[in-house]
């Protein structure tokens, strides 16, 4: 099988989206186009201060059918308010990929921010390492959740989540002619994929993380996306060096982590996600490593009692822009700030390291 089936200890780091984790705020504060939005995840949404509807994007729900997997892919669409309706400029789009036990709702906050700054976000869900681990079982506490979700740890969800990535990037090129809500409307000629914890590592294969050694080396890299943003990534060498297997990552990117941002099943330490930066010798790599920032703040979930969550998913976002902006706008008064102005920006909260 190539890579054959991942390490079920480091794997687990690609846990992004358990109950308590991800889909905070999944109540959007978007106008909710279709109509539909989901109340989610109460108990986890319970300590969060309530939505503020945002007046600059709107969301579009849909589930995408690929024929030939004989696969749904749900996806949830943010745009700027009334593009969706009106003729627009074609604007750049970010593709995020959410956790193992997560959704489209996830990292609604970056969504949101990226609508609002001219993007299209499209978030997708993949079936199979979604929700449904725990929703269909019915489990509530914590070590029932964890039980459930590690039955989605596993190469062949890898695999799908990769498949589905390119579906969506033929799909929106098919979407930009027939859709109108749609059509004429994204810049195919400038994607960026983002990803959380297991979405992170699907992020990382379609930029061209290796798998594999030797004659069973396998590369999913896609050429289409050039930018990529790796949001609490995992990190699987299987006694290879960092380089071997980052190293043929070409592609703009941002990682961010934090300092507490330890695996919540497993045994991978805030320390082991900084390797990916050093492994991938590309230029125009940035890190950004959180001072107190753990694994859920990426995918959206505040702690209740850390007012700073919401500082950093501000950041987050701003950097985010800031890092799309320059290498998908081509903005080089953002991409001067990245240079010279972030680390300032960040001040104590965060280190910041950039490559080239």
Request: glycine content about 12%; overall charge positive.
């Amino acid at each position: 099988m190539g890579i054959g089936k991942f390490q079920h200890s480091k794997l687990m780091v690609g846990f992004l989206a358990c109950t308590l984790l991800l889909s905070a705020g999944a109540a959007g504060r978007c106008e909710n186009f279709s109509g539909i939005l989901k109340s989610r995840l109460a108990r986890g949404n319970a300590a969060l201060p309530a939505a503020v509807p945002s007046s600059k994007c709107q969301t579009l729900y849909d589930d995408w059918r690929d024929k030939e997997r004989n696969r749904t892919v749900p996806v949830k669409i943010y745009l700027p308010l009334g593009a969706a309706s009106r003729q627009v400029a074609p604007m750049p789009v970010v593709i995020f990929s959410h956790g193992l036990g997560g959704s489209r709702e996830a990292a609604l906050y970056l969504g949101e921010s990226l609508a609002e700054h001219g993007y299209v976000a499209v978030h997708l869900q993949h079936p199979g390492s979604d929700e449904s681990l725990w929703k269909s079982s019915g489990a509530r506490d914590v070590n029932a959740i964890r039980g459930e979700l590690s039955k989605g740890a596993n190469y062949s969800n890898l695999k799908l989540r990769i498949e589905d990535v390119k579906f969506v990037l033929d799909e929106l090129a098919r979407r930009n002619q027939i859709d109108s809500r749609l059509a004429g409307k994204l810049d195919l000629g400038r994607i960026g994929l983002a990803g959380h914890s297991f979405g992170a590592g699907t992020t990382m294969a379609i930029a061209g993380q290796n798998y594999g050694a030797g004659r069973f080396n396998m590369n999913f890299a896609d050429a289409r996306v050039k930018a990529a943003l790796y949001l609490s990534p995992p990190v699987n060498l299987r006694g290879r060096k960092p380089e071997e297997v980052y190293g043929k990552i070409k592609i703009p990117g941002m990682l961010m982590t934090g300092t507490e941002d330890n695996s919540p099943i497993g045994d991978t330490t805030a320390q082991e996600r900084l390797i990916p930066f050093s492994g991938i010798q590309a230029p125009n790599q940035y890190l950004v490593n959180f001072k107190d920032g753990d694994h859920g703040i990426f995918g959206g979930r505040r702690r209740k009692g850390k007012d700073e969550d919401g500082g950093f998913q501000t950041m987050i976002s701003r950097l985010s822009i800031a890092f799309f902006d320059a290498y998908l706008k081509g903005d080089q008064q953002q991409l001067q700030w990245l240079k010279d102005d972030a680390a300032g920006y960040l001040g104590g909260r965060a280190v910041f390291e950039k490559k080239g």
